[in-house]
């Protein structure tokens, strides 16, 4: 591949794939809640957007330019990981790649996010949703994966949009605040709501395994907008795909993580979809998210990503609260509750992982 | 004033003020927790919005130009009280007017919300938030109240934006997903945010007080976004300010209502700032917020405003279900979980108010 320079930030490159395995990765083990060193930590959307070695690498391309130049995701995968030595990377890529790739027409604008020119409406838009050829249609992605696997002594978390946060994007035709098309369509067809689903679980499942097959050590779903449904309707209408698509991966060998924003009424259910690891925005404390997923699985989370826009004696206040929240179960991951923010200082996250790293504690079960 | 013409459909004026007693309201007694005679409804955002005889009297002006013509405001409040039989009016106005009012150079626009010439950044943008002076800042807003206590047969509902969710237009210039500036003042610069919160404060008061003394029978506080704070920063650094301004209205005889979306986590310090109702979205069932509101407070709640757009079963069902959970406590009123969207057809809301009314049950406690 080659692309891979050295840089005189510290560098987590190495030929050895050995030292991601659970037994060694503080990552992995946090995710089966089993004993280990420090409490591990990373940063959804670390990679890019705060990071001024992305910016300068990235160009003013589409995101997706950039994700399908396998070479430059790989990279931007890499940053995150010598800057600010966290305990696992995240692929650089985005939930909307594999309805993209089976040419749905999806376009994701700077400042707006994902457009879709002619959104999902009825029956005859569901032949756009084929299903997902991996090797031809997503060979970039598989690319990515198999360079970070040679190159990474962390795991690597491959990921997926899970299909009722895709599907609002592709009804809404966009980022939406009401979701008032989707939960239209959710209510008035569930004929059709159900066929989607199916559509969007076939797409998902099949993708969510070629990153596995490539190399990927885990897998998140992002459930970002769960948050908007009422409890009722989560579990009646999204609910049965989510578990799905997870018991999909079941022999894979791979913890999941599940995650969205403003799921505090979600918790309970979000630790029944067969996840190793459940997602906790700021909104919930981390002592009551573990009463409320019944102590069975692992969370990752939860500093509000707008804490990091402050000076660090307020940032590092807040993230010895989390860390206290937790106590110091071995099963949970440090994280924000969302993706980093755009403006964030990453001299910020730095001292964040160093915080964890120093100060978190993870007794043995 | 006499612009309020009759119509065809079913009028509500009347000359007597003696019917909106708390006697004889069943949203008063509810509010109270009272013993009345059947469950209470109205809608948020039902004055104005998707009302066709509203579109036609509104022109293309801006919302705060329509708000500034009193008789215009007086007829499009009363619009949903005759269409839909509701038992509370809500007074057509906008959280923005108070500081639009002492000249901070506020714009409405349409399909954007409420956007910032110059928005708060510094201490220096403090004394462009004067305190309000009814009589000359507002005074079409007091002659609606007028207009609308001599015409209405229910009570009417005057209301303010809590000072947060106020300040987040105010700092972030316009509409927000992420509430960064916000939150980057109050965790930077809590001085500067105090002197905020207490401007705002003073304002919110004065505004609330005049609404009242005008003729208002209720009053009902909008902290809409306060659902995006963690529980800890939201009762360091803006419950105390919430707390204050309930407190401030306590002598006025009216029942206070706070209300935000999102606000699962935050529902028992919402209780305890005083009001005497807490509104609930869809994301909790009632039930559950009834034991996190320790069954101090009346609730107000919580159909999902994107259920109103499905088909009329599916909507009948989900009503039911709202009426199921509350059981038969009197110290409820039925509303939406948030406003009324814009593409809501009238009827179905026509149709909620008589199953509500045909099907609520409400004991005396």
Redesign the interface.
């Known amino acids: 591949m080659g692309v891979i320079e050295n840089t005189n930030l510290n560098s987590p490159t190495s030929t050895s794939q050995q030292t991601s395995s659970a037994t060694s990765s503080p990552f992995l083990a946090a995710c089966y809640g089993q004993a280990h060193e420090r409490v591990p930590v990373w940063f959804m959307r670390q990679a890019g957007r705060s990071l001024p070695e992305y910016r300068m690498m990235r160009g003013t391309d589409s995101i997706l330019t950039a994700i399908a130049d396998a070479d430059l995701a790989t990279e931007i995968t890499l940053q995150p990981v010598r800057r600010y030595g966290v305990d696992a990377a995240i692929l650089f890529s985005d939930i909307m790649v594999p309805v993209y790739a089976v040419g749905f027409g999806v376009d994701i604008q700077a400042g707006v996010g994902p457009v879709i020119a002619q959104p999902f409406s009825d029956a005859s838009d569901l032949e756009r949703l084929r299903p997902l050829e991996p090797e031809e249609d997503i060979a970039y992605v598989l690319e990515a994966v198999k360079n970070l696997q040679a190159e990474l002594v962390v795991p690597l978390i491959g990921f997926a949009g899970a299909p009722f946060t895709v599907a609002s994007y592709l009804i809404e035709g966009g980022?939406t605040?009401?979701?008032?098309k989707t939960?239209?369509l959710m209510?008035?067809n569930p004929e059709l709501w159900t066929a989607l689903m199916d559509r969007l679980c076939d797409i998902t499942e099949t993708f969510l395994k070629a990153q596995v097959e490539a190399g990927a050590s885990a897998l998140q779903l992002f459930d970002s907008w769960a948050?908007t449904?009422?409890?009722?309707?989560y579990e009646q209408l999204v609910f049965p795909y989510t578990k799905r698509i997870i018991a999909s991966t079941d022999n894979l060998g791979v913890p999941r993580i599940c995650h969205g924003v403003?799921t505090?009424?979600l918790l309970a259910l979000f630790a029944q979809t067969g996840a190793e690891v459940v997602g906790v925005d700021?909104?919930?404390?981390l002592d009551?998210a573990r009463l409320r997923t019944g102590g069975k699985v692992s969370l990752q989370g939860n500093l509000?990503?707008?804490?990091c826009?402050?000076?660090w004696p307020?940032v590092a206040e807040q993230t010895r609260?989390v860390l206290a929240e937790n106590g110091s179960n071995p099963g949970y991951i440090f994280n924000l509750g969302h993706g980093v923010?755009p403006?964030t200082d990453p001299a910020i996250l730095k001292q964040i992982v160093d915080l964890v790293h120093a100060e978190g504690h993870c007794d043995a079960n």
């Open positions: 980022p605040k009401t979701f008032q939960k239209s209510f008035a948050g449904l009422s409890p009722a309707a403003g505090g009424e700021w909104r919930v404390r009551e509000d990503p707008a804490v826009l402050a000076p307020v609260k923010l403006p």
